[in-house]
């Protein structure tokens, strides 16, 4: 069975610092994608950043990038020069291309000034 | 067990033909969603209810319609169904629009729509 863990239920760091939400994920498959989430108090869900599994390059989007560990199975999310619009709940998935996401419980992040 | 669940988990149809995806928890959440997972798009959301009988739109509500006649249950019904709504979608729920609590959101397991 396919799982996704995010250990770290609520982080707190201050505007402008450096912080990284970390996610580990079990599965058999050799092909995947991992992806990061982005909610909103609205409940929107934004697309942060997405990782093929068999690219080796880690993923980045502007401040946002990932550390993709395949062998450990880890996929941690570190977002730079963090901002007060990056506070939000933050999600982890896993699509393992058999119709099936698998989402992570979530780290709530709050930026404060 | 906590879940929210999802029916069916796969459907082929055609255009036109009426459909509805169950959605049901048992956690008595209050704030129920669907989302649709595109590739490339990722999560869109497509409808929310706040509560019994409280729905409202999303980000792409256009050709979905939904119900919330019950807290446990928030069916999503696809009226006149067209090829552009093939895709993967999920229901949600959590307590609230919470933004200060360390309230989660669950997500049911996904359902495959494939319109011809």
């Known amino acids: 069975a396919q799982t996704v863990t995010q250990s770290q239920p609520e982080m707190s760091v201050q505007e402008a610092e450096t912080v990284t939400l970390s996610c580990t994920y079990d599965?058999?498959?050799?092909?995947?994608?991992l992806f990061w989430y982005k909610q909103p108090p609205s409940r929107q869900m934004i697309l942060v950043i997405r990782?093929?599994?068999?690219?080796?390059q880690n993923a980045t989007e502007n401040r946002f990038s990932v550390n993709f560990q395949k062998a450990a199975k880890s996929f941690s999310l570190k977002i730079s020069d963090s901002q007060l619009g990056d506070t939000a709940m933050y999600f982890c998935a896993l699509d393992v291309r058999d119709d099936k996401i698998i989402f992570g419980k979530g780290t709530r992040l709050h930026i404060l000034p | 067990e906590a879940q929210v669940t999802q029916n069916p988990r796969y459907l082929i149809t055609v255009t036109g033909k009426k459909l509805t995806v169950t959605c049901s928890q048992n956690m008595n959440h209050e704030y129920m969603s669907w989302y649709r997972q595109d590739p490339g798009l990722g999560l869109r959301q497509i409808y929310y209810s706040m509560n019994v009988e409280v729905t409202d739109k999303g980000d792409v509500p256009e050709g979905y319609k939904v119900s919330r006649k019950e807290k446990r249950n928030f069916p999503l019904i696809l009226e006149s169904p067209s090829p552009n709504q093939t895709s993967l979608y999920f229901c949600a729920s959590s307590w609230g629009l919470a933004s200060t609590s360390t309230d989660t959101q669950y997500f049911g397991p996904g359902t495959r729509l494939t319109v011809l």
């Open positions: 990782q093929e599994a068999y690219k080796q």
């Open positions: 599965t058999s498959e050799s092909n995947y994608y």
